[in-house]
């Protein structure tokens, strides 16, 4: 009886100790640290944004830029643009939208993701098949051209781009979590849980799902970056953000005509564009070392 | 670059003046020496032309080949100079009830395979733009009301036109290029061979077209003017200024319209010339004057006031423009500099005149209102112009700024004719739109579409316009003319059914050792030349 009892109690404590033993990998991983802490400090700018910023973005300032971009002063800390506007400012509000954007499509992705691959892979049969197929149809769409097509009918708002972007690469997580599903389903805690008789939506909600947590968060951590750039290159086009408002991909299109004669113009939006996917894929490097059994010691 | 900017804007103020004095000296430009004899110029334009006829022409690409090419009776017509000159035809009498024109053929051309030119090429011309089955954009030309106007062979040097009513905007309306009678098999030319294989009377002919390259034209040297000075001149297919300009740089271009890109590279350049003109394009805010809040001139007014449409002219024309101070282009024959007061940019005089239109912030939010209704401002334009995309920024500060709530809607190109160009409504959702337009000539009637016709996109109905306009049709005599049209601009200034931004100013650029002085640049030829014929090479 005793032995029950100890088996019975250890889940939480197991969980408890599970969590310290990702962190402990964690830690190992120098670069996943700096980049989390990088990306901490990136949201932080993102949310105080109004805050920080010291001029209206879309200001113009004709007679100090005189038809010509601007170089960095003290005033002006990133430059300005060729219609005078403060390029620090239109950084920080471009890197809160274009956060924004990524981050709410990639939830978006996961929520989808996660109720397809779930019910694919808990039901089986012909429902997964069903579901596996529209699945591939949609990995079969080359999603960038329909992404072009798609916001240039509907126009650009940030909530059409977050929907284009999430409804269009939902399919690895559903794909990922099906496959861990599937292997979960029959490891013995299932069977067990199922023998006792508990309900298809809590052997869903409180075993299946917890155990699959770690391939849903390294996936969504380095679609992040997939989703800046997607947002970035829709930008770069012209579909992006509504003007006059900024976000890193316009800040880019903007620059195009200044690259030889104003290296700011590019380098701001750039280098953020670039930090941003790199931090996220350093911390999404890191988590899935965390998170595999196999590689801790 | 802000001096050398500011020096090359004098000199085009000086160049339109000058302009004039020249063009005085010489009416017909007959007996013209050639300093030298041969060479190929080549210059470029966007792309492959749509056709190479004259009466089909209508888009930048054909009209840039043809203008090299084509000629029509009288100089002044859409794309053909700013003044109303002798061409094909040397002078033209009109009867005293101003219903007759009767014009005076030159005798001595010949089309470029060497057939005499004569009034059945002038009769065949006209018969084949008023049949509808041909679809040529002209055909409102020749129209009055539904009727066609009447035209009649006198003999083979002599042509007569006659009007049902006064028209005094006939002459710039028959200025179309002339095709050859015996070069069609009838009047029905939609799908002829013509129009892709031309034969013309100016002073360069068709040699060939290679798809997606270039045009090939060579001087012709019966032309009436006298021979050209080049032997050839080759338009290749270079699309957008920017790198237009880079070829001239490689050497691969002699001459081009660059403005609009990077033209550091060609200023103090001893191998290039770089020259400035004004062009006959006017950018412009156009109202929805059926918009219950800005069909109220007090409110067209404050907004111009609000406007800093030199900032645009600085960063969306990098300073190549003209600040307008008419709603016509300078090109009309009564511009004037200086008539009218120029709405200067003042923020907060602008602030006030909405105040004193009834708009003021009563809920403090930041946006005006009046009734408790916010002034919303929908601005429409091309998000596929580049140049609409750099100016709507600035629309939007400088109003933002003002208070208005003004919504940035850039449309593609299907749909900006949906929302601006096709029927206007009140349905229509836009206030504003952002729009250029141009090439119009000397005369004023060509403006009655947009300011005298409630169904233009502008919507503009006022009775009193529309009835000046309709006047200035039966009005013959120039001077009376000249003052009917000063008032219709004076009045449309305070009226402003749009905002005209400013004009463009072209600039040219071509190798030093090319003449262009004789040849007169004149910014309101798509060519930028007035008398082609007469660029040579210097030895």
Known sequence: MSSTAVTLSQPSQKARSEWRLIWRQFRKHKLAVISAVLLIVLALVAIFADQIIPYDPNAIDAAYARGRPQPPTAEHLFGTDNYGRDYFSRAIIGLRVSLFVAVSAVVFQILVGVVIGAVAGYFGGWVDNALMRFTDIFLSIPSFFLLLIVSGIFGGTIFTLILLIGLLSWMTVARLLRAEILSLKERDFVLAAQCIGVSGRRLVMQHLLPNALAPIIVSATLAVPYAILTESSLSFLGRGVPPPHSSLGKMMEDAQQWLRTAWWMWVVPGSIISAIVLTFNFVGDGLRDAFDPRLRR | ?539
């Not at chain 2, 018969?127 to 089955?133: F, P």
């Open chain 2, 1 to 539: 670059m802000r001096k050398s900017l500011a020096v090359l804007l004098v000199l085009v103020l000086l160049a339109v003046p000058m302009a004039g004095v020249m063009a005085q000296g010489d009416d017909d430009g007959a007996g013209f020496e050639c300093p030298t004899q041969g060479g190929t110029m080549i210059t470029a334009y966007g792309a492959d032309p749509r056709t190479l006829s004259g009466l089909y022409a209508n888009d930048g690409n054909s009209l840039f080949i043809v203008t090299f090419m084509a000629e029509p009776l009288i100089l002044g017509g859409e794309n053909w100079g700013d003044k109303i000159e002798p061409a094909l035809a040397e002078s033209w009498d009109i009867s005293d009830d101003g219903l007759e024109y009767t014009f005076h053929l030159r005798q001595d051309v010949t089309w470029h395979d060497g057939e005499p030119f004569t009034a059945e090429d002038v009769l065949f011309t006209y018969e084949a733009v008023l049949l509808e089955d041909n679809a040529i954009s002209w055909r409102a030309n020749l129209m009055q009301g539904d009727e066609p106007m009447q035209f009649e062979v006198v003999d083979d040097h002599t042509f007569k036109v006659i009007l049902s009513e006064p028209n005094a905007a006939v002459l710039t309306a028959l200025s179309i290029p002339i095709v050859p009678a015996h070069a069609f098999e009838s009047t029905s030319m939609l799908e002829a061979p013509y129009n892709t294989n031309p034969i013309t009377t100016g002073p360069f002919k068709f040699v060939e077209w290679n798809t997606g390259e270039s045009v090939t034209l060579e001087a012709n040297p019966d032309y009436w003017r006298g021979a050209p000075c080049l032997d050839r001149i080759v338009i290749r297919f270079i699309e957008g200024a920017a790198n237009q300009a880079n070829a001239l740089l490689a050497g691969e271009l002699d001459f081009a319209r660059v403005d609009g890109a990077d033209l550091t590279p060609f200023e103090n350049n001893p191998d290039f010339v770089l020259q400035t003109a004004p062009r006959d394009l006017m950018r412009y805010v156009g109202f929805n004057n059926l918009s219950p809040i800005y069909g109220d001139a007090a409110v067209r007014r404050a907004l111009a006031v609000g406007l800093d449409r030199q900032a645009i002219i600085d960063i969306s024309a990098s300073g190549y423009g003209l600040l307008a101070d008419s709603v016509f282009n300078q090109a009309v024959f009564m511009y004037e500099q200086g008539r009218n007061a120029q709405y200067e940019y003042d923020p907060e005089a602008a602030q006030q005149m909405l105040a004193d239109a009834g708009w003021t912030d009563t809920d403090g939010d930041g946006i005006l209102d009046k009734d408790g209704q916010p002034m919303h401002l929908r601005l429409a334009y091309s998000g596929t112009w580049s140049l609409m995309q750099s100016i709507a920024p600035i629309v939007y500060d400088n109003w933002r700024a003002l208070g208005v709530d003004v919504e940035l809607a850039p449309l593609d190109d299907a749909q900006v004719y949906e929302e601006i160009y096709d029927n206007v409504s009140t349905e229509k959702p836009y206030d504003a739109m952002l729009g250029g337009w141009g090439l119009f000539g000397p005369e004023p009637d060509h403006y009655r579409s947009f300011y005298a016709d409630a169904t233009s996109y502008l919507a503009y109905d006022n009775p009193e316009i529309t009835a000046m306009f309709a006047e200035g049709r039966t009005v013959t005599d120039e001077q009376a003319r000249y003052d009917l049209y000063a008032e219709i601009d004076s009045k449309l200034w305070e009226e402003l059914p749009m905002i005209p931004i400013y004009q463009s100013v072209g600039a040219w650029v071509y190798r030093s050792d090319l003449n262009i002085d004789a040849a007169e640049l004149n910014g309101t030829f798509l060519t930028g030349l007035k008398y082609s014929g007469r660029v040579y090479f210097e030895n």
